[in-house]
Structures are given as structure tokens and as C-alpha cells.
């Protein structure tokens, strides 16, 4: 898996995609949570469950349907009457894209099992052809380790710098319309 920190960090440059700066808080904290939750199926491994199973790591939490459904409840949940100045459909675009990105990231690992994209009406487990990003250990007492800081410097390579690149042209793009709408005003 890619780490915690670098789904938030893929979830923040989409939403910079989608809003600039201009969405509320709670909409970057419910993309970041969106993001990172796929993950919860590691707890899975405390109870028994083995990796390869439907409920295992980058098992159903890692598909497009549990994308379909998490942006779906975030919407209902968090903005039933939607915000000012941003569709619903945008909203649950953006959730849907974090979400999914997620077992996008894990693909594109070099270890562990693939990703479920398709549970529950598919199990079969996929990876990326292209694998660049060096996989995540599971759990905080050996991500402080050499392979975890090899893990970082692999992310940083191919995810923050990207996602960085991502947002700052997204900045740019936005502020150019918002400049070209107060030209038109005037």
C-alpha cells in the first residue's frame, strides 16, 4: 500500500482540482477521510481475517463500488443540503475520485496482493503495469524503519511531487478564471 500521509496528500491536490481554495474545511477533511479509509480493512488482520479474503487488505474497501458507496454516504451524512457556489454532484465526484485513487495508488506498489477493483462482483486481485511506488509496511512500528523511510522518499518521487505539480497548475487555472470573470465584470 502507499502510506496514510500520501493518499491525504493526492486527496488535498484533487480537491485543489476541484476548488481551488475556495471549498470549506470540512469538504478537505471528509476528501482526506475518504481517502485513508479504504485502509480500515488492515484491522481485519487483528480479528483473523487473512489477506486475500473478500474483506481483507485491498479486498472490497479497495473497490470502485465501496468508492460508489463512501462518496455517496459522505454526501448524505455530511452535505445533505449541499454547499453554496458547489454542486452535489461535484462533491460526490470528488469523494468518488479520492476514494478510488486510493486502490489506484496501491497498483502502482510493488508488493502485496492487487487490488480488488471490481468486488464484490469480481474478485480477482490487479495490479498496474507500470509499479513504481515502493509498498507501505503495515503498521507505525516498522514504517519507522530504513524501509520506511525508503518508502517516503519513493512516495515523495512519485506521488507528492506529482499531486504538488497537480495543485499548483490547478492554483494557476483558478486564478486565471477568477481574473477573466473580474475582467468580464468590469
Given at each position: ?129 507500470w ?18 523511510l ?20 490547478a ?16
Amino acid at each position: 500500500m502507499a502510506s496514510l500521509i500520501s493518499h491525504a496528500v493526492v486527496s488535498i491536490s484533487v480537491g485543489t482540482c476541484f476548488y481551488g481554495v475556495r471549498a470549506p474545511t470540512r469538504v478537505w477533511v471528509a476528501g482526506v477521510v475518504c481517502s485513508m479509509l479504504p485502509d480500515v480493512d488492515v484491522l481485519g488482520f487483528r480479528f483473523g481475517v487473512r489477506y486475500g479474503d473478500f474483506w481483507g487488505h485491498r479486498g472490497f474497501t479497495h473497490s470502485l463500488l465501496f468508492a460508489a458507496v463512501l462518496a455517496t454516504l459522505t454526501l448524505i451524512l455530511g452535505f445533505t443540503r449541499g454547499l453554496p457556489g458547489i454542486s452535489r454532484l461535484s462533491l460526490w465526484t470528488y469523494f468518488f475520485i479520492v476514494t478510488a485513487s486510493h486502490g489506484l495508488l496501491d497498483a502502482m506498489t510493488n508488493g502485496g496482493l492487487g487490488v480488488a477493483f471490481f468486488s464484490p462482483f469480481d474478485d480477482k486481485r490487479y495490479f498496474l503495469p507500470w509499479r513504481p511506488i515502493r509498498v507501505s509496511p503495515i503498521g507505525l512500528r516498522h514504517f519507522f524503519t530504513d524501509r520506511g523511510l525508503a518508502v517516503i522518499q519513493s512516495e515523495f518521487l512519485w506521488i507528492w511531487l506529482p499531486a504538488g505539480l497537480l495543485a499548483s497548475l490547478a492554483l494557476i487555472w483558478h486564478q486565471r478564471i477568477q481574473a477573466s470573470n473580474a475582467s468580464s465584470a468590469e
